[in-house]
């Protein structure tokens, strides 16, 4: 037992009196009436929205006020409570809002609570009935669910690993966060269903993929998280998914594809917004990240480069495993590959860090696998 | 009555069908974004801004060239491919494998997706299946082209 509260209440005898006390008499405290607290009144700003959480964003319920270092509360009062003595100290690892938040917070919140799907029911699992597909075919595609139900795990894992360090005040965040890991939950999910309906079970764990995933869960700090969860590894995974629904075999496929990239792109949006919110805010964290980058990029790097993962993209952008679809898949997936590391360095440039170019070894393998993808007659879009 | 294609009445005549199937729009969720769609003919093209919130087409205009500062992103494409993937939609119900927004314009072939922000491109990937259902709803209109 972790914790003990400090007092034994089934044993207190004042305590147990009061208690019954208050049962035969009706007499109450009501102290809690007299909360000295802001009274608004939120609406709408738009009825068809309903009421968000821009909506409170009003006196001492709102976020804008939020001080970049919050020392009032460090307990689980709701922000804009009254604050009485006694509050435990819940101990957040968190407590400056330029660690943790972005601009807009709180819209990509009430955007992932809209767009929530479910793998069971929107899906048309049923087309599936009767689709052949050739074996090397099925065993890719299930080659490929299976790594991404491993990349998916943890994405649900880290996310989550974090819920309990943020402080309260930053409820958007959390709310968010807990989105977040519900979202990767739902793909793990939906790639777990999909490698099991191929007809082939499961394939192969990537030892490749998992100490680049065990990266991301083990970050020193919620920014470094972010960055490398967030930014490098979810742009990746955009990125591939996007890569993933055009290769789609069947339209059932393509169907999940859409759905997960939608929940992975607000992820990387949310990751650019505080990525930028920490460089405008928090300056002397750039070169804390700058480090934390090089070994993301690093492993991600390793990690995208995975047999188990490159092999099954070849397969399925070439078709099959003949000479001529194995140099068919190899042109594809190189496409792919450095449209990935593209993608990565105009999002870091976006966020406020160009000089990324310059120090990156990644953006040196870009360079490198941009002329040999050229010298091979690649052409690249 | 048939609409043509390219022009604000097909986007409009969309939106209408969006209202009217509101209930299967609003389980997709909020759609905040506003886009481009550009289409080229003979050497010209024609302009259109698509703006969406909440959960439906608040307006569509048709400009003279698209800046990109105003737009989260454009997609672009000849009259030929965005004719061949509506008459797809026509004949499907919806688009199929071949012929859905992403698999047109992933490697920039047919459809190409132009944008002046990372953060704006990846708006079309967030609102993916809006977008495709969107389109889809061409399945529903007799279209002709111009």
């Known amino acids: 037992m972790a914790y003990l509260a400090t007092r034994n209440f089934l044993e207190d005898k004042d305590f147990v009196d009061k208690w019954l006390y208050t049962m035969r008499t009706g007499e109450l405290d009501l102290s809690w009436m007299d909360a000295k607290t802001e009274k608004i009144k939120p609406h709408e700003a738009n009825p068809r929205r309903g009421l968000t959480y821009r909506d409170l964003d009003l006196g001492s319920y709102g976020f804008t006020g939020v001080p970049e270092k919050v020392r009032g509360n460090r307990s689980y009062a709701p922000r804009g409570a009254e604050l009485p003595e006694g509050l435990p100290d819940a101990q957040p690892w968190v407590s400056r809002k330029s660690e943790v938040w972005a601009f807009n917070t709180e819209s990509y919140y009430e955007e992932a609570v809209s767009r929530q799907w479910n793998v069971t029911t929107d899906i048309p699992w049923e087309r599936l009935d009767g689709v052949e597909m050739p074996e090397t075919i099925g065993k890719a595609l299930s080659q490929l669910m299976t790594f991404l139900t491993e990349v998916e795990m943890i994405a649900t894992d880290t996310p989550a690993l974090w819920l309990p360090r943020i402080n309260p005040e930053f409820v958007e965040v959390k709310a968010f966060i807990a989105s977040q890991a519900m979202d990767e939950a739902r793909h793990t999910e939906a790639f777990r269903k999909r490698a099991l309906t191929t007809g082939w079970g499961l394939m192969k764990a990537s030892p490749m993929n998992e100490m680049a995933l065990k990266h991301l869960r083990d970050a020193d700090s919620f920014s470094e998280m972010s960055v490398a969860l967030h930014l490098v590894a979810e742009g990746n995974v955009l990125t591939l998914f996007r890569f993933s629904e055009y290769l789609s075999p069947t339209d059932v496929d393509k169907r999940i594809f859409r759905l997960v990239m939608q929940d992975e792109a607000r992820h990387v949006g949310y990751g650019m917004q505080h990525f930028k919110y920490v460089l405008e805010n928090f300056p002397e964290k750039r070169e804390v990240v700058h480090a934390h980058l090089d070994e993301a990029e690093n492993i991600s790097f390793a990690g995208a480069a995975a047999t188990e993962l490159t092999e099954s993209f070849i397969i399925l952008a070439g078709g099959g495993l003949k000479k001529e679809n194995i140099e068919e898949g190899i042109k594809v997936t190189t496409r792919f590959n450095l449209k990935q590391m593209e993608e990565h360095f105009e999002r870091l440039e976006k966020c406020g860090m160009p000089e990324r170019k310059e120090r990156s070894k990644l953006y040196q393998m870009f360079e490198m696998g941009k002329a040999a993808a050229e010298a091979a007659g690649i052409k690249l879009s | ?146």
């Not at chain 2, 986007?11 to 997709?28: H, I, S, V, W």
């Not at chain 2, 500062?69 to 030929?80: H, L, R, S």
């Open chain 2, 1 to 146: 009555m048939a609409v043509s294609f390219p022009s604000t009445e097909y986007f409009e005549a969309l939106r209408d069908r969006m209202a009217a199937e509101q209930e299967k729009f609003r389980r997709l969720g909020f759609i905040d974004t506003t886009f481009g769609v550009r289409v080229g003919h003979n050497g010209k093209t024609r302009n259109f801004v698509l703006e969406f919130e909440v959960f439906e087409l608040k307006g569509v205009r048709e400009v003279d060239a698209i800046d990109p500062q105003k737009v989260d992103f454009t997609i672009e494409g000849d009259a030929g491919v965005w004719r061949e993937m509506i008459e797809n939609i026509h004949r499907n119900g919806e688009a199929d494998s071949s012929h859905d927004i992403n698999t047109l314009a992933h490697f920039g072939e047919q459809l190409k997706v132009v944008y002046d922000s990372p953060d704006g491109h990846d708006k079309l990937y967030r609102f993916m299946e809006s977008i495709q259902r969107f389109f889809d709803l061409s399945s529903k209109l007799d279209v002709r082209f111009n």
